[in-house]
């Protein structure tokens, strides 16, 4: 179903849904040593399913990581494994749903102890599930305000600064561009997003 803002379809909310989107694995193939199996939920795919080419960043990133992890090296005795599961960018359609089961496949199927995430509104949906599981949540590029109030358990991570930070800053940079008697005016989006 397609309207203004994107497409969404009907999630099923079962463990074959999640298996599907859960297939890439980044992995050295090393037997012998256990392993931190870790997961990230992205937007790898758009609804339309085309490649989301923000997200191969991450993917890039994550690969050269778990190969200089995994060179030769270990932590603990173990290697690192991470599953890779793609929402097809389903959290600025109000997805969450795809989320939540997909991080629910993760923690009680494949026994992740950490999940990775992008989205704000991802992260938030992951959260929701983790957290009471006590899994550790990693936010890429997470920043919106919510999520500093989450009750997390001090499980949630995000590696970008809150917006709050990010709007003070950015307030600091125009103010001296702005004339005295200028009209500013502000738009403000209440969501996650």
Known sequence: VCGVIGCASV??????????????????NVEGLPTYDIA??????????????????????????VSELNNGND??????RVRVCDT???WYTGGGQATR??????????????????ASADTADIASVAVSKGVVVMA?????????YLADKDL???????????GAVLAQM???????DATIAVIHVNSPY
């Open 40 to 65: 990230a939920i992205l937007e790898r795919t758009n609804p339309d399913g085309t490649p989301n080419t923000y997200t191969a960043y991450d993917m890039d990133a994550m690969r050269l990581a």
């Open 75 to 80: 932590v603990a005795g173990h290697h690192f």
């Open 11 to 28: 999630v099923p909310p079962d463990v074959e849904f999640a298996s599907a989107r859960c297939q890439t694995v980044l992995d050295d």
């Open 88 to 90: 097809r960018s389903f």
């Open 174 to 180: 125009i103010t001296p561009t702005i004339a005295a």
């Open 140 to 148: 890429l590029s997470s920043t919106a305000e919510a999520l500093t």
């Open 101 to 118: 089961d997909m991080a629910n496949w993760l923690i009680d199927h494949e026994h992740v102890q950490a999940i990775i995430s992008n």
């Open 156 to 166: 949630v991570w995000r590696v970008s600064p809150s917006d709050v930070y990010q």
